[in-house]
């Protein structure tokens, strides 16, 4: 199995992007992918979740209104649709997968690090002012 992020890079305050997640040899419908961020210095926090198999979408406070994740059709592609991009979203973004199939039983635990089983090697957006 095998997650590899996209599209981050450096981007005006108020500017958006989108992210990219190619997964690869995920079951269909048995994972949630969520991402994360880090800056260095802090611990990873949630950003953003999908569950495969219903389409249930989670968000931080941080981020609602502004960020959408999306998976295609296929279930190979995680997007993280950014807009309105602040200096504080800049870190490096990584995508991951969790084996939860329907979701969680606490729904708050889409945003718990230790949930997610695999990990891709994270994108760098860079937001300036």
Same mark, same amino acid.
């Given at each position: ?14 500017? =958006? ?40 979408? @989670? ?15 296929? !279930? $190979? ?9 602040? =200096? ?8 991951? *997968? ?7 039983? $606490?729904?708050?635990?889409? *945003?718990?690090?230790?949930? @997610?089983? @695999?990990? !891709? ?9």
């Amino acid at each position: 199995v095998q997650l590899v992020e996209s599209g981050g890079g450096l981007v005006q305050a108020e500017g =958006s992007l989108r992210l990219t997640c190619e997964a690869s040899g995920f079951a269909l419908g048995h994972y949630a992918f969520g991402w994360f961020r880090q800056v260095p210095g802090k611990e990873r926090e949630a950003v953003s979740c999908i569950i495969s198999s219903t389409t249930r979408t @989670y968000y931080a406070d941080s981020v609602k209104g502004r960020f959408t994740i999306s998976m295609d059709g296929a !279930g $190979n592609r995680v997007f993280l649709h950014m807009t309105s991009l602040k =200096s504080e979203d800049t870190a490096v973004y990584y995508c991951a *997968a969790a084996l939860v199939f329907s979701g969680w039983y $606490n729904v708050e635990d889409w *945003a718990i690090e230790s949930e @997610y089983h @695999y990990w !891709g090697q994270g994108t760098q957006v860079t937001v300036s002012t």
